[in-house]
């Protein structure tokens, strides 16, 4: 579903490209662990000890790939179609290599992954077939794909992916509303067993960063859900 049907806020709306590039100098200090690290280290159904390669797909800044290099994984390679984000995802030092490109339809070689990870991507997608069909080709049998994202039930409430310019013009970036169901269907098409779902939600260390969404509190804001082939 496209977001504009539960937009309230009618902020100005850039393209996903756009709106990264634009995004890129402030994205760091305005997302908080609080929607996705959090969620991550909550998942205990893989054993990241024998995780030897990773795909970071819309890898962004590299913050995914420095939590994926603290769990001692050897190779970390990530791919994203925004080349300011890549930039500074190239100074962590923490990729093998570092991809400009479609993560919907990449070059890896098939069966090459241990695991795959989207994070906070999937919003920006309009059909989550392709997604889960790619990443299902170049991940192993056995392999895991990790996808953590902006809850739809937040995005249904109005509240799209946004930030501030730097002249302090609220930014909207285009977003699609995803059902759980779309997930599974999409998966299931992709031979992909769902094997753990947590969700995040507004608790009390969020009312502290942000007072203005006591309104949402105990509302569901991101989710995580680990899938294997």
């Known amino acids: 579903m496209d977001f504009s049907f539960f937009d309230v806020r009618n902020y100005k709306t850039l393209s996903v490209q756009e709106g990264y590039k634009e995004w890129s100098t402030s994205y760091e200090q305005t997302v908080s662990d609080l929607m996705d690290i959090r969620l991550l280290d909550k998942i205990t159904c893989i054993n990241w000890e024998k995780i030897n390669n990773v ?11 420095c939590w994926l290099s603290k769990k001692g994984i050897k190779e970390i390679n990530g791919i994203d179609f925004t080349q300011q984000m890549l930039e500074i995802a190239k100074n962590k030092s923490v990729y093998k290599n570092l991809v400009c490109g479609n993560i919907l339809a990449t070059d890896f070689e098939p069966d090459y992954f241990d695991l795959a990870i989207e994070v906070l991507a999937d919003e ?16 192993k049998p056995n392999g895991y794909f990790v996808v953590v994202g902006y809850h739809s039930h ?8 946004h930030f501030n310019s730097a002249t302090g013009e609220p930014l909207a970036i285009k977003s ?8 599974v269907k999409a998966a299931h098409k992709a031979n992909l067993t769902l094997i753990d ?26 989710f995580s859900i680990v899938w294997k082939k």
């Open 176 to 183: 699609h509303v995803h059902l759980f169901s779309d997930h």
């Open 197 to 222: 779902l947590n969700e995040g939600v507004i608790d009390d260390e969020w009312i502290k960063l942000k007072p203005k969404w006591e309104k949402f509190y105990m509302h569901p804001v991101s």
């Open 154 to 161: 937040f995005l249904m409430n109005g509240v799209i992916t």
């Open 55 to 65: 795909i970071d797909l819309a890898c962004g800044t590299g913050r995914i790939g």
């Open 124 to 139: 920006h997608i309009s059909d989550l077939t392709p997604l889960y069909k790619e990443t299902s080709r170049i991940i």
